[in-house]
T-cell receptor, first 111, second 113 residues
Framework: DAKTTQPPSMDCAEGRAANLPCNHS???????VYWYRQIHSQGPQYIIH???NNETNEMASLIITEDRKSSTLILPHATLRDTAVYYC????????????FGTGTRLLVSP | DADVTQTPRNRITKTGKRIMLECSQT?????MYWYRQDPGLGLRLIYY???????NKGEISDGYSVSRQAQAKFSLSLESAIPNQTALYFC????????????FGPGTRLTVL
C-alpha cells in the first residue's frame, strides 16, 4: 500500500517553479522520501531522495518538513519536457523493499 | 536511463508462444528487477535478483521465469504467453551499497494476441 498522498493533477507555466506536495504522515524514522517521475510510457526516472535534510541536485530540490510528515518537490524552472506523472514514495533506505508507486501527481507544463 | 537497456522495445506475439525479454546494464549494479505496468495498476514486481546466484519471486511471478546470466544481464521469459500478459515491462537496477535507489530501463511494450 502506498504510504503517501499526492494531488492527482497540477498545472504549471513554462519557466515557473513547479511545487509538488506530498503527505506522508505515517513515515517512520528510518524511511526515506523518494521522488520518481514517468513520462508517458517511458521507464520511471529517479529524481531525488532525502531522509531529514533538504536536498538539491541538478534536477530538483526536495524540501522535507521538520516533523517529516510532508515534503515538496521543487522543479525550479519547469519546461514542457517536465510534463509527467510524479510519484512520491516512502521506503527504507537499506535492505530490499519493492517500490510501491501510488497514483502520483500528473503535472502539465504549458507554454 | 541509457545505462539500462531493454530489448526488444516492442513485441507483438501470439498466445502460446515463448517470449524472452532481455535487460542489460552498464551501471555496475548488483541488483536487478523485472516489473510490469498495466493501466491503472501501477508497477508490480515480477522477479528480483540480488546477485547471479540469488533470484527471488516477486508478487506476480506465475507464468514467468528469469535468468541472471551475468551481473549485467537479467532476462525475463514468458514460457507460453497469454493475452493478460499484455503490458509494459520494465527492468531496473540498484546497488546494495547505496540506499538501493532503483534505475529503470526504457521498457518493453508486449502485446499478446
Amino acid at each position: 500500500d502506498a504510504k503517501t498522498t499526492q494531488p492527482p493533477s497540477m498545472d504549471c507555466a513554462e519557466g515557473r517553479a513547479a511545487n509538488l506536495p506530498c503527505n506522508h504522515s505515517t513515515i517512520s524514522g528510518n524511511e526515506y522520501v523518494y521522488w520518481y517521475r514517468q513520462i508517458h510510457s517511458q521507464g520511471p526516472q529517479y529524481i531525488i531522495h532525502g531522509l531529514k535534510n533538504n536536498e538539491t541536485n541538478e534536477m530538483a530540490s526536495l524540501i522535507i518538513t521538520e516533523d517529516r510528515k510532508s515534503s515538496t518537490l521543487i522543479l525550479p524552472h519547469a519546461t514542457l519536457r517536465d510534463t509527467a506523472v510524479y510519484y512520491c514514495i516512502v521506503r527504507e533506505g537499506r535492505g530490499f523493499q519493492k517500490l510501491v508507486f501510488g497514483t502520483g501527481t500528473r503535472l502539465l507544463v504549458s507554454p | 536511463d541509457a545505462d539500462v537497456t531493454q530489448t526488444p522495445r516492442n513485441r507483438i506475439t501470439k498466445t502460446g508462444k515463448r517470449i524472452m525479454l532481455e535487460c542489460s546494464q552498464t551501471k555496475g549494479h548488483d541488483r536487478m528487477y523485472w516489473y510490469r505496468q498495466d493501466p491503472g495498476l501501477g508497477l508490480r514486481l515480477i522477479y528480483y535478483s540480488f546477485d547471479v546466484k540469488d533470484i527471488n519471486k516477486g508478487e506476480i511471478s506465475d507464468g514467468y521465469s528469469v535468468s541472471r546470466q551475468a551481473q549485467a544481464k537479467f532476462s525475463l521469459s514468458l514460457e507460453s504467453a497469454i493475452p493478460n500478459q499484455t503490458a509494459l515491462y520494465f527492468c531496473a537496477t540498484s546497488w546494495t551499497g547505496s540506499t538501493d535507489t532503483q534505475y529503470f530501463g526504457p521498457g518493453t511494450r508486449l502485446t499478446v494476441l
